[in-house]
């Protein structure tokens, strides 16, 4: 049984940082691709950023330059680093898992952006 559970959301306000980690359980993790993604009310889910196995990086556009994605395949983890965050980082962010066809989800960890 997959499971992706995130972690480290809450409330912080405008400049401020957080670190979301995703702990995964049921997959050989090393062998996935890892992503955060996140969803606003009333809007589309939208990448935020993409590790592949070997490492190599991949970010959204409004991101870039504020956020780092990494991972400790000892761990079973990805993490997201989230610096400068601004109120439009406002949203649900998951925890994907990806490998060929097959793609898994966590249930998400809100981050508020707000002074």
């Known amino acids: 049984q997959v499971q992706l559970v995130e972690s480290g959301g809450g409330l912080v306000q405008p400049g401020g940082s957080l670190r979301l980690s995703c702990t995964a359980s049921?997959?050989?993790?090393?062998?996935?691709?890892m992503g955060w993604y996140r969803q606003a009310p009333g809007q589309q889910r939208e990448l935020v950023a993409t590790i592949t196995t070997r490492g190599t990086t991949n970010y959204g556009d409004s991101v870039k330059g504020r956020f780092t994605i990494s991972r400790d395949n000892a761990r079973n983890t990805v993490y997201l680093q989230m610096n400068s965050l601004k109120p439009e980082d406002t949203a649900v962010y998951y925890c994907n898992a990806r490998l060929l066809s097959f793609s898994a989800w966590g249930q998400g960890t809100q981050v508020t952006v707000s002074s």
């Open positions: 049921g997959i050989a993790f090393s062998n996935f691709a």
